[in-house]
Every structure is written in C-alpha cells, then in structure tokens.
C-alpha cells in the first residue's frame, strides 16, 4: 500500500499551495468568471457582508427556514440578492408562485365564494353561481360574504384562512411538522385547500399574472412553470380542457411581458402526479406530445410530480414514457429525480432512469452526490441540477443548509441552478431566498460574486429555450446586470 | 450548448440500464468483494434486516444518537455488527475510550479521591496523600469517602459524578445543546472533569486497560490511539514524563495482549492542542521526533487535537510541522483536518494542508466533498478518511447521518474507514454503533456485507502497522471473520 511509503520528507512549497487553492477555487460554479473593475467593487462588499454573516450567533442557513427568514429580510446581501438580476426560475409550480395573501386578500373576497371545513381541520373552497353540492367529510358550504358579515373580527378569519393555504408558521416548526410524513401530509393539503380558488377560471388567471408580478418584482426575467394544466372551472360549472389552460397560460403571459417588456416570457413544463396507474400516464403523455405540437412556444416539455418517496418510480412508467421516442416525436423531459434520502432503494434509481430517458434537467438531485455514475452522466451531458435549498429544507431532507450535498457541486462545478419550487408553500417569494441559502449557506465564504453570476447565467443556458432565444434573453439580462453592477458599485462607494 | 441538442428519441435499454446500476454498485466501498456462499448468505440475512429497519418511523440514523441509542441497541443489525470481527479503530482520543461508568464506579472509589465542584457546576478530582491545595473558582476539595459516609443516596451523587463526565443525556439533547459553542463548551468541562482521574497513575494503567477491554470485547483487535501523553502524577504529588507515559501504554498493551492474544495491539499518536503557541508547537514536534525514534513500536505518528473552528489553522504551524522533513526525520502525521462546516475560512484549508504534510490519514475529512482538489489528492494517495459519524452528529455537523458527507465517499469509494473518536464522551463504546450507523445510515440499503469486510479490511490497510505487520493482522482477522460467517450462516439456517 503506497501511503505507507510516500514521502514524508517533503516541506509544503508556499507557491503549489497557493496554486492548489486558486485550482480548487476555479473549479467551483463561476470560478473562471472574470470580474470587470465595478463587479470587483461589488464582489469586496458581499464578502465583507458574508464575513458580519458567518460571525452572527444565529446563522440563517444553519437554522429552518421559517425561523431563519426575518433574519434573512434584515440581511444586506438579502437585499442586495433582491436587486440583483437573477435570470430564470426554472422549477417552479403552478399553484405555489404567488403570496397565499393575495389568495385570502384578493381572491376569496370576490363574490361567489363558498367555503366549507373539512373533518381533518382544513377548509375548501368552490365559486359557484348557486350554492354547491356538500363534499364528503365536509362541514356545510358557508358563502364567505355572508360568514365575514356574521364574523366580529374577519381578520382572525382570514388569518386562519390563510394559515391553511401555506406551510409556513410562526411556531416551532420541528414541533409542527416532526417527521417527513407529517410535512408532505399538510403539504397536500394545503394544495387540496388552495385548489378550489386557483382553478376558477378568473382567478386562475389572475394568479398566474400575480405569480409572474412576485417573480418579475423579484427580478427575475424568465420563469419555467411544472403546470398540472388541470380542468379549469366557471361559475355555472362548466370546465375547460388542458390546451384551454395552456393557451390561457400563453394568453396571460403575453398580457405580461406586453405590460413588462423587459420580462423575457414563460414556459409551461406539463406535469402529472406520479401516482397515477398506468394507463393515465399513458394518456398524459399522449396529451403532452400534442400540447407540444400545438404550442411549441409555451410547451417546453413533461414532467411527473408529487413526493418520490410514496409514488411509482420512473421505471414503472417506462412503456409510457417511451412513447415519444417510439413515434419519432420530441417531447423534453424535466424529471424530477432524486428528491429523497432513501439510499438503495426503487425510488433511489429515479436519478439514472430520468438520465436514460434523456432527461433536459434534473429537479432537485437531492441523491445525486450518492450516485457517481449518474452524476458523471449528468455533467458530461451537461444536465443541470435544479437546486431547491429552502423546498429540501421544509420537506425535511436536510436541516443545517450548510449540509446540502449541492454544496459539493458547487464546489465541483457541476452544472446547477438555483430555484424556489414552491415559494408561497415555504413562506419564500420569488428566487432571492434560495439564492441567498445557496450563496450564503451552500457556497460559505467560497462563492462570489462570479457565482452568482454563473448561476443567473445558467438559469438561461439551461433553459428549454432555443439557442437563438438564449441569446436574446442573455443580452436583455446582461443589461439588467451592467446596470445593477454599476448602481451597486456606486452606493458602494459611499462612506 | 448540447444538452438542448442530446437525442430525446432514444429509448433506454434495459440491459444497458441494469450494466450501469451494477457499475455504480461495483464502485461503492466493498463494491467489488466477491462473497463466498456462506457469506452470502449471512448478506441476505442483513438486507433483510434492513429493509425492516428502514420501514421503522424512527429510523435511528436519522435520529439523535443519544436518542437512537436504545432502538440501535435493540437492532437484530446492531448484534451482528458487535460480533463482527471489525478489524482496528484508528481514530479514539485517550481519554474517551472506555465507560464513565468504570470510572465512577471504580476510579472514584479508590482511597485518597478528592472532588470538588466549580463555579460552572462540573467537577474536579485529584488523588492525594494529603489534603490537596484549593482550586481557583472551586469549592473546598472533599475526600470522596467522607462525602458517600455522609450522603444518604450515593446512586445520586454517583449518578451527579457520571453526568459530568460525558454528553450523553436522556433529556432533549437538541435541547441541551443549543448550539456548536454550548457542545463544544461541556466537552471540554467534561474532559476537566475526568482528567485528575484518568491522570493518576493507577487509574492511568487501569482506565487504558479497560479501554482495551471494551473495544477488544466488542470485536476490535487493534486500536491506532490519540493521546496526550500528559504528566502523569502519584499519590504524592510527584509526576511523569511524555515518555513514562507512552512506555506505560506499551507495557499495559503488552500486557493486554499476553492476557489475550487474539488482540494484536496498539500504537500512539502523540497529539497536542491546537491552540498552543509556536515555541510549544516546536517543542511538541522535536518530543514527537524523540519518542519515534526511541520507541519505534509503539509510537505511531503525531496530530493536533481541539476545535478547529477556535483553533489554529495547520498553516499557523507550517515551521513547526516542517523540521522533521527538513532534518530528514521520518515523524508520520495523522491530522485531524475539515472536522467543520466554515466553508472557505482558514481553518478550511486545514484539508489541503494536511495532505501537503503528507498526511498519512486524515481526521474526519467532513469537509473533503467541498474541498475537489484536496479529495483528489486523498484519492489517489490512498489517503484515508477517518469517519466518525456519531461524533459529528453529537458535536452539531450534522444531524440526519443520510446526509453525512461520507455517505458520497462511500458511494464512489474513497478510502474510508469508521471510527468511533471520543465513544465514551459520546454514550457509545468501541466501534459497534459507529458501524451501524456508517451501515445503515450512511450506506442505506446500498451497503452490504462487501461494504462491512472492506471497512474492516480497510482499517488493517490504512493503518500504521508496517506491510508485514498488516499481513499479520490481516491474516488473524481472517480466521475471525470465517468463524463469525460460519457461526451466522449457521444461525440464519435455523427457522
Ligand atoms: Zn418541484
Ligand atoms: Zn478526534
């Protein structure tokens, strides 16, 4: 065995190491980025930032969440990341882009809207010209005009409307949620309790303009969307098919980038649960490979969701999910893989099996770092690992965010980018809280401002965009960055 | 960019599938062993007992270990792990190798114990002829004897006695231990406490020779171990040197060994604070050089111990830690380096200085996965990682044991083995629960009876023994695995 007689009379040379290090320091996401002079300034000030951060008693990415986020909003490189260009939110889901608030707020004010209890302590909802028929295990549908007009105080109303819309609370949240099964329990329900306000046909609109507003706000020009695209409802009952929703997805994002022009647009990735048999995967795909012919601009591919753990694995679907292949026909996928700490298991080969199936990015990867042959596919490929810190937080992967095994792809350079999943679940908006968990807690002292430049650089590159629309997309997000570096570069100057 | 480009219209191939699932698996730890018929069969008896534990709400990796010890210990895997012939345990500190309980039970017992309490409510002990003079910030010193003769409840102030020398608890221990700072803070009051205990002469020999017991009893045949080699003082004040001590470590191993010669022995590595200055550095290495020349068999190389957070980086040490290479003194060195999560700090180079000192192991390595370059350099020196999952659990760097970074080193098969640090501090003891959670925790349902025997093959490997020793060792381990397989295959024949 070698180590035993390898040289122990050698002395450190000062210049290999310094070598060594800068080596180390260049692999890393954004360590080949060269800095202009204003980037330079602006790179000194996050690091003097980060310094104060790593120093502080309670260290935001070491701590939950929704403990960690009011530390976060006081946080200078918090507001920094908000200002900053982030390009594309590529994993992001339909019914989980826009603040709950504007739910409760907006929403569940308009006329129409009945509200029922269920047994297991959640509410419903229904908009509906004339009062609806009762759900099973359900109180009574109440009209939430009239219940506001008997209710002395609606804001405790709408406090607990609000509460059953998102995971977040202001409680210990070990103490709420203490294991996996109890957090992705209150996670469906919170989406059975959204759904009835997200797919009345008014206010699935509005939401969708809300969400990409929240996104936009946030400075982020692009967005990829996982969509369910599921049977959209008016208010005498009548229902709109999957092409309907997607072509009101494109309607609306028109409307969008025509009141913002400088939002580059969005694309829909169509999803289904991975729970369904056989034979509706089957049709699913069918529908998506039309989708994808009828509106090859806003369809950018497939995807199945729901918690990997509980559901089939990709394997089970494979006749299905060949189907495309089969006819000749492109359909991109964007699997989902790897979001578990289940080693060895079925689920646990979902990271190979999306890779066979050719899969355009992985979402979450979670698994990826305990499977080197899936992983020297994936960056040889060049498929991006969609990063979801603040999501693999709150559905309990991992806690102290340091951990996150994409801090070793960060460090590796292995093609990542960074998004929020499900923002409004989590009590996030946007991108920037992911960011900064990325760039704080996963990246540490090590990642720069040429980190965050690659991983808004690559939130573009790896999107389903065309070549030609990269292009596009990149120079109108160069400006924005030019112009956020010099305004930045600035302030800083300031005593 | 190609992965916008790569073939969607290719379906995967099933037997190209199961080629790579199977590379994947050959590259794990233990991944290319090749089992005999018994041996698999004792290997399916294991992944059976694994798929149980893996269906258990409480899965014990995933818990505290303080928490978990009481399911592990119930664990039919836990039982087969400590009859398991484990080979050696190269990473235990001198003073944290056997039961608190002994030393409570015997230690304190002896004549002439004093014991007094600090203004911080631990303890301080010491031997003497005669009444001892007074600490600084502590009580009078009070002779044990006369303390028990006037207590009514000596099981409570034994009980009170034990709680100060180790982190072990049954209350909340995310509770107790709030943070890194309050953890490390107890660890070290625990290690004051003990220290006039395990520092007097007899108790010195005694506690050493129980801690061989311990780990000799749990299937360990040979330990590599950190010690401080302090003065060692007797009943009349008068004290040792650094080389009375380690030739008492030699003769009680001798000893230990004559008593049991299926035990093949130990050897020191001489350790020193990580926070002494340069000139104490100094002395330190030219002392280590000294007793590595004049007890060849016995000393085995030289560390620094401590936090490295609040520590001195290696590089602080760089003259120090250069005079045997630069006298041309082969002095081997086994550091302790990334046993923390401060990406990018000074103290985070210790990784890749560590193996510029040519190392010959490294310490924990938590770090390495973040570090490319430094895990490069480890990988192809055959530098192993010494992995002690429960100790960087109970000191705070993570607490779900999936999400250990060594569990991705296992999968790729980075030179590992497992230990088990402080056992005693840490309400373990010898290597047995450290195995099961690097088993079941760290390896999930991927690691196999081929990962247990290339541990504990890897830990004759990697260790300090000369190559006609391993053979030796090796060929001894042998003889005990074949008897344990034979004896579990037998059992596992029954009904
Ligand atoms: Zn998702
Ligand atoms: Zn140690």
């Not at 007689?5 to 980025?33: C, F, H, K």
């Not at 409802?233 to 913002?260: I, M």
């Not at 996963?442 to 690559?458: D, V």
Request: glycine residues 6%.
């Amino acid at each position: 065995v070698m180590h035993y007689l390898t040289g122990v009379l050698s002395v450190p040379d000062p210049r290999q190491r310094e070598a060594l290090i800068q080596q180390e320091a260049s692999m890393q996401t954004g360590g080949q980025v060269v800095l202009s002079d204003a980037e330079q300034r602006v790179d000194a000030l996050l690091f003097n930032m980060k310094q104060r951060e790593v120093l502080r008693a309670d260290f935001p990415p070491a701590m939950h969440f929704f403990k960690a986020r009011d530390l976060i909003r006081s946080s200078p490189i918090f507001s920094l990341l908000q200002k900053m260009p982030k390009g594309g939110a590529l994993h992001v889901h339909d019914f989980s882009m826009a603040d709950p608030l504007w739910l409760v707020k907006n929403a569940t004010y308009r006329p129409h809207c009945y509200m029922c209890f269920t047994d297991s302590h959640s509410v419903r909802f229904i908009f509906s010209s004339q009062l609806p028929k009762p759900l099973p295990r359900c109180s009574p549908w109440n009209l939430l005009e009239n219940l506001r007009a008997k209710t002395s105080n609606t804001t405790d109303l709408d406090d607990s409307i609000l509460r059953n819309l998102t995971l977040f609370t202001d409680q210990d949240p070990e103490g709420v949620y203490p294991s996996q099964d109890v957090v992705w329990n209150v996670f469906e329900q919170c989406f059975y309790a959204l759904w009835g306000l997200v797919t009345y046909a008014p206010v699935f609109r509005d939401y969708y303009y809300q969400g990409l507003t929240e996104f936009y706000l946030d400075n982020v020009m692009y967005l990829e969307l996982r969509a369910l695209l599921p049977q959209i409802y008016e208010l005498d009952g009548s229902t709109h098919d999957s092409a309907w929703t997607l072509k009101t997805y494109q309607d609306v994002t028109r409307r969008f980038t025509d009141d913002h022009p400088d939002f580059y647009g969005a694309r829909i990735i169509y999803t289904i649960s991975r729970s369904v048999n056989v034979s509706t995967m089957t049709g699913a795909v069918e529908t998506a490979m039309k989708l994808q012919k009828d509106f090859p601009d806003i369809m950018a591919g497939f995807d199945l969701v729901g918690r990997e753990d509980t559901g089939r694995p990709l394997w089970f679907y494979r006749e299905a999910l060949s189907l495309p292949a089969e006819r000749g026909v492109m359909l991109p996928f964007y699997f989902h893989a790897g979001e578990t700490d289940l080693e060895g298991t079925e689920v646990d080969q979902n990271l190979l099996d999306a890779l066979l199936f050719n899969t355009s990015r992985i979402g979450h990867g979670f698994a990826l770092p305990r499977h080197p042959v899936a992983k020297d596919i994936s960056r040889k490929r060049g498929v991006a690992v969609e990063v979801c810190p603040i999501s693999n937080q709150v559905l309990m992967l991992v806690n102290d965010l340091r951990n996150h095994p994409a801090a070793a792809l960060m460090a590796e350079g292995h093609p990542v980018v960074i998004s929020s999943d499900d923002p409004a679940m989590f009590g996030a908006s946007g991108l920037s809280y992911d960011f900064y968990e990325a760039f704080v807690g996963l990246g540490g002292l090590s990642s720069h401002l040429g980190s965050l430049k690659q991983l808004a650089t690559n939130s573009i590159r790896y999107s389903s965009l065309a070549p030609n629309q990269q292009e596009k997309a990149l120079a109108l997000w160069q400006r924005k960055w030019d112009k956020f570096i010099s305004e930045t570069a600035f302030e800083a100057r300031r005593p």
